[in-house]
Structure formats: structure tokens, C-alpha cells
């Protein structure tokens, strides 16, 4: 069949579920069936009054767009136009396969009419490819189950121009081979995904929300997961004032990443973000991103940089850096912010604020690193150690720069906390308490006795006192 200049055979049919002879096919224009039912359906659809909206029924409901290996033959052949344009009403009982040889350019199916299907697939089997594009404000894509993208093929989703996708669960790419990626992008363009998201499954995938767009997953979204997630890479990106919102979410993958970028862009996380669970995960908040979570966990050896002005981390709850899978680390800097109620940093981890970048939080030291460099922090209570702990350890707590470094009620030329610096579990001759200057010497800033007063070293019961050194230890120690 020759269609242009390009001789290309394009074949899209469907399985009823019913025997053979039981078919109650209609067909949208751009499409010919073999035999006289075809011919049917189109002068049918074309005596349709004007104006009326066709609504296309495919009994027993399976929509194969590409070519399919052999033991996905369609009974029913149909040619058309490449990309196969769905431009009136279809409703699916059960699944659509966009796929063929990857060798050649991908299937393609374009979606401009509300299209409603038990599952999707596209680019599903292997060395197949597949591309899917759902196009507003007309185009919708309703899924009563999976939709499945670069399933031990290439697979490829569009929504854009105010598209909408409704799914119960979502995979973007899947297996060894399988390669997924999918864009929600434009305003008005949504997917909402009522069930869990699988983001890079033993394989890679790619998501984009951006340019105003919005994808809501009231479920789990695992970036970088499944029994190989630590060689598994798989990218999340918000940008562009995009908006994804997510009820839990974990960073899994061995090199897996996830970037907020740009004003007004947001990841709302209701409620646990993990960066880690398994091996080093990166999450990038910049440029005016936002990420707001009920709580937030940075292990595995994982970063978060939060940078920029404007761009800023928030919980509710606690962010905890350093969990069993091992430390973590963040760096905010830049004239970003980290909020928290409350800051936990634990045996080898580091929380770092330089170049403006600003903490705001109660914060638990216990083994880890909290360096602050020419910032301004507003901290509560600030506790070194861990009460009644069988190993005390507090590692280190370094304020640097001979600007304001903690401040609580407002901005002042000295270091200065609320209340009293209270120290538990503190271990002489291990943990250390410095407060360095900027350079000159002497390299640390000494502390006022009125400061040192303040420092409160429980397992002692004493003050603090300074040493010619600059550290601080407990009086009379």
C-alpha cells in the first residue's frame, strides 16, 4: 500500500473477546477495514447528523497500532494514515498496544477524542518502539488499570495542549531493554494517576512536568526502583512553574536524580520523602524551586542541594540526614532556605548552609557534621548529642565567617542562640565544639562569658569554658 512518497504499511486492528463472527466494530475516519463492515462504518459515520458526537465501541476491545510480533495477530486488519489521529469517541474493554520494529520509525497514535481503555502499552514489546501523544483540549486518555511505558521496548508519552490522562498506576520504563519516557507539559495539561508510579523499573526512565503543568499521584512514586535498582537511572524533572504532586516518594536507583527547578515549581510530597533508600540518589532544588514535604529522610550516601534564591526545602515535620541505609548529605546555599521543625543529623552525615543560605529548624547533632559559613540561621533549640545514648557522639559543629552566623530573634555582629545551648552526651577527648573565624588570626571568634554561660553541658552538669585553642569544653574539664 502506498501512502506519499514513503510506501509504508501501517497496520492498527483489534481482537474481540467474543467469537469472530460476534464484531460490532465502527471505525473512525482515516481507518479501512477489510471487507464490507468497513465500507459500513464509514458511509455510517458519514450519515451521522452534524454536529453529533460519534461514539466508536470496539467489541471485546483491543487496539493494536504497529507491527506486532506473531503472537499478537490481530483478526481484524486495518490501515490508515501514519500517525493513526483518533478523532471521535472510543471506548476500549480492554488494552492498546502502540509498538512496532524499532528499526524503523516508531508507532504512532495520536489522540485528539476522549479515549477510554482497560490498560495502554506503548512501546511494549521487544525492540519495539511506540510514541502516543494526547492532544487538548479534546484529547483525553481514561485507563481503568496500568499504563505501561517502554515495556522491554522504547515507549514515548506526550500530553500536551491541556491533555488529560487518568490512570490506576503508571510504569515508565521497565525491564533490561525497555526505555521509557513521558512529558506532561503546557497549561491545562494534567495526568492524574490514582494508584502507585514507577519511574525507571531495573531500567530507565524519564519524566517531565513542566511549563505549567500538573501530574497528581495520589500513590507511592518510586524513581529508580526494583530488584536491581542500584544500577537502575531514571530522571524526575519539574520546571517551568510545573506542579507534581505526589502522597509518598522515594529516590531508589543507583544513579538516580530528580531536579525542581524554576520559579514556581513545586514537588509537594504528603507525606515521607526518602533520597537513598538503597544506594546514592541526587535531588536538585533550584532557581526558585520549591519542595514541600511532610517529612523528609537523606540516606544511602544520597545529596539534596537546595540553591538559589527563593529555591527552598520545607517540612512540616522532621528532615532527617543519615538513616540505617547509611549518612546522607545537603548543602543549601545561595540565598536558599531549609525549614523544618526538626533537624536531625546523624554519624557521618553533614548539613552544610553557605553564600546565604539559610536553616530555620530545631536541630538534633548526633554524630554529624553542621556547618554554617557567612548565613544567617534561626535555630530553637539546638541539641549536641543524644540524650541517655549508649554512644554519645556529636561530631562537629562549625560556625564560620565573622559575619552573623546564628541568629534567633533578629540579625547582630556576634554569634548568639535562644536560650540555652544545651549539650548531651557529650564525650571529652571526641567531640569538638569550635567556633571558627574568617582567616585572621586567631582562626576562631572567642565567645563572651556571657556566651559561655549559656552552653550548658548536661552529662556535666557545668557552663562551658574556652580554651587557648578555641574549643569549647566543659568548666573545670
Given amino acids: 500500500m502506498k501512502i506519499g512518497a514513503w510506501n509504508n504499511r501501517i497496520r492498527a486492528g483489534v481482537r474481540p473477546l467474543t467469537a469472530a463472527s460476534v464484531r460490532s466494530e465502527v471505525w473512525p475516519l482515516g481507518f479501512r477495514r477489510r471487507g464490507r463492515l468497513g465500507t459500513l462504518a464509514v458511509l455510517l459515520i458519514m450519515l451521522a447528523p452534524l454536529g453529533a458526537v460519534a461514539q466508536m465501541t470496539v467489541g471485546g476491545g483491543y487496539l493494536y497500532v504497529g507491527n506486532e510480533n506473531t503472537y499478537m495477530h490481530p483478526e481484524v486488519d486495518v490501515e490508515g494514515i501514519e500517525p493513526i489521529v483518533l478523532r471521535e469517541p472510543l471506548t476500549l474493554a480492554n488494552a492498546v498496544y502502540v509498538s512496532k520494529d524499532a528499526y524503523r520509525d516508531p508507532a504512532r497514535l495520536s489522540i485528539r477524542a476522549p479515549l477510554t481503555s482497560a490498560r495502554g502499552y506503548v512501546g511494549h514489546s521487544p525492540n519495539g518502539e511506540g510514541m502516543a501523544v494526547v492532544y487538548g ?53 494534567t495526568w492524574i494517576n490514582a494508584g502507585d508510579f514507577d519511574l525507571g523499573v531495573d531500567s530507565g526512565g524519564k519524566l517531565y512536568v513542566d511549563n505549567r503543568a500538573v501530574l497528581h499521584c495520589t500513590g507511592h512514586l518510586h524513581v529508580g526502583t526494583g530488584w536491581s535498582s542500584r544500577s537502575s537511572r ?109 533537624l536531625s543529623i546523624g554519624p557521618g552525615s553533614s548539613v552544610r548552609a553557605s553564600q546565604g543560605g539559610t536553616i530555620a529548624a530545631d536541630v538534633q547533632l548526633d554524630g554529624g557534621l553542621l556547618r554554617l559559613e557567612s548565613t544567617t540561621c534561626a535555630f530553637g533549640t539546638l541539641q549536641l548529642g543524644q540524650a541517655g545514648s549508649a554512644t554519645p557522639r556529636i561530631s562537629r559543629l562549625e560556625f564560620v565567617g565573622d559575619g552573623p552566623s546564628v541568629v534567633t530573634f533578629q540579625n547582630s555582629d556576634r554569634i548568639s542562640w535562644m536560650g540555652t545551648l544545651r549539650i548531651e552526651g557529650y564525650l571529652a577527648g571526641q567531640d569538638s565544639l569550635r567556633i571558627l573565624g574568617n582567616g585572621s588570626y586567631p582562626p576562631f571568634l572567642p565567645l563572651t562569658g556571657a556566651q559561655l554561660a549559656q552552653i550548658w553541658f548536661a552529662d556535666y552538669n557545668v557552663s562551658a569554658q574556652i580554651d587557648a585553642d578555641g574549643y569549647v569544653t566543659p568548666a573545670g574539664l
Avoid at 481514561?142 to 510504569?171: C, D, F, K, N, P
Fill in 137 to 189: 483540549p479534546t484529547g483525553s486518555w481514561t485507563l481503568s488499570g496500568l499504563l505501561t511505558v517502554g515495556h522491554a521496548g522504547w515507549g514515548y508519552l506526550r500530553i500536551e495542549q491541556g491533555g488529560v490522562v487518568h490512570s490506576t498506576g503508571a510504569i515508565i520504563g521497565v525491564g533490561y531493554y525497555g526505555k521509557g519516557e513521558a512529558t506532561v507539559t503546557g497549561f491545562g495539561s
Fill in 234 to 342: 531514571a530522571a524526575l524533572h519539574v520546571r517551568g512553574g510545573a506542579r507534581l504532586m505526589t502522597g509518598t516518594a522515594q529516590l531508589e536507583g543507583g544513579r538516580s536524580e530528580a531536579f525542581v527547578q524554576g520559579d514556581g515549581s513545586l514537588w509537594d510530597v504528603r507525606e515521607l520523602l526518602e533520597v537513598g533508600t538503597q544506594a546514592r540518589a541526587y535531588l536538585f532544588v533550584e532557581n526558585g524551586g520549591a519542595l514541600v514535604v511532610n517529612h523528609g529522610r537523606v540516606s544511602g550516601t544520597s545529596r539534596v542541594y537546595v540553591r538559589g534564591l527563593n529555591s527552598r526545602w520545607e517540612a512540616t515535620g522532621t528532615i532527617e540526614v543519615g538513616a540505617a541505609a547509611g549518612p546522607g548529605s545537603v548543602l543549601v546555599e545561595q540565598g536558599a532556605r531549609m525549614t523544618a521543625k526538626l
